[in-house]
């Protein structure tokens, strides 16, 4: 079994202004640093909680087909080759480049939703906004990923893998076995929800620290299940537990209190993993440790950066909350 451990959030709840020539509405948003640590020669599961800044709110009026319009509101300010995200209040997410909006319209890379929700545009984490330039991490000084420390991120059926050159000439975050594709600091998105792993193959003894920083999401998120076994983020760094996540409202539970046939979440111990179910018996709802369920309810666990979600139906989703303490940043 893969180990993995984080450390806790230091969250600076601190206020910021974020600024934008645009013609919409902008916002203020709590930002906060992360301090992660990851374990040597293994992998390290690791949930993207702060986000990039909010450029733009609004509620979008009509659709048509796959876009979305916010009448009077002015895109124009989006820069066109960066990467944005398009976050709606009931938890939908869509990744966006500046140039897929123009005037008062913007269209999805997938069907959109309802008319006249309220929206949050975001710039995207991408591995160069995470992580940008890895000091800390094994790189590779001659363009070759033997010896690196690798990022791991979902491609919706397995995964992708990129490490960091620093070679002169040729610096940053390449794809593993596809070098040829250029650079990819800018262009891989991570997404809101989604986790990844750093694999510290070439950083075997001693801990290595990252910083992450960026904005706090206050409104719901959404997550797609592709195949069994999936990935996802804890998204909210303060205050997040399995009982006010939301997320027993979108698994399959047991009516009998068994968790076979359950959906089951993989929580990092630091050691390897804690397994919950939830239990929709009555007189008995709630969440239960597989193997534990003399311990009683576990609601009040703190969700990890990142977790496994196992899924029996390998297809759905859902939604994360927010603690309730957020509907006041």
């Known amino acids: 079994m893969t180990k993995t451990t984080l450390h806790r959030l230091g969250l600076l709840a601190l206020p910021m202004l974020i600024s934008a020539s645009l013609n919409a509405a902008t916002t203020t948003n709590p930002v906060g640093v992360e301090k992660v640590t990851l374990q040597p020669n293994q992998f390290n599961l690791l949930g993207v909680r702060l986000h990039g800044e909010v450029v733009l709110t609004g509620t979008f009026d009509a659709s048509t087909g796959s876009s979305l319009t916010d009448t009077g509101a002015s895109f124009s300010g989006l820069v066109a080759t960066t990467e944005y995200i398009v976050e709606l209040a009931d938890g939908s997410n869509f990744n966006i480049v500046g140039s897929d909006a123009s005037g008062d319209t913007i269209t999805l890379p997938t069907v959109d939703p309802a008319d006249e929700q309220a929206y949050k545009i975001r710039i995207a984490n991408t591995l160069n906004s995470v992580l940008g330039n890895p000091t800390n991490l094994a790189s590779s000084a001659t363009g070759n990923p033997a010896g690196t420390d690798r990022v791991w991120i ?37 997404n809101p929800g989604a986790a990844i792993y750093v694999e510290t193959l ?74 919950y179910y939830y239990v929709t018996l009555s007189g008995s709802e709630g969440w239960y440790k597989v193997g534990a369920t003399s311990e009683g309810l576990k609601g009040d666990t703190v969700l990890p950066s990142g977790v496994y979600l196992q899924d029996a139906d390998a297809s759905g989703g859902g939604v994360i909350t927010p603690p309730t303490s957020y509907n006041n940043l």
């Open 202 to 275: 070439g950083s075997t003894t001693g801990t290595t620290d990252i910083m992450i920083s960026g904005t706090v999401k206050t409104v719901p998120t959404a997550y797609t299940i592709s195949q069994e076994w999936n990935l996802l983020s804890g998204e909210y760094p303060a205050g997040q537990t399995l009982g006010n996540s939301g997320l027993s409202a979108n698994i399959a539970g047991s009516a009998d209190g068994n968790p076979a046939g359950a959906d089951i979440l993989w929580a990092p111990n630091g050691v390897l993993f804690d397994k």
């Open 154 to 190: 979902p491609n919706g059926t397995l995964f992708d893998q990129y490490y960091y050159v620093t070679l002169s000439g040729s610096e940053g975050w390449y794809k593993v076995g596809a070098t040829s594709e250029g650079l990819k600091g800018d262009s891989v998105v991570i």
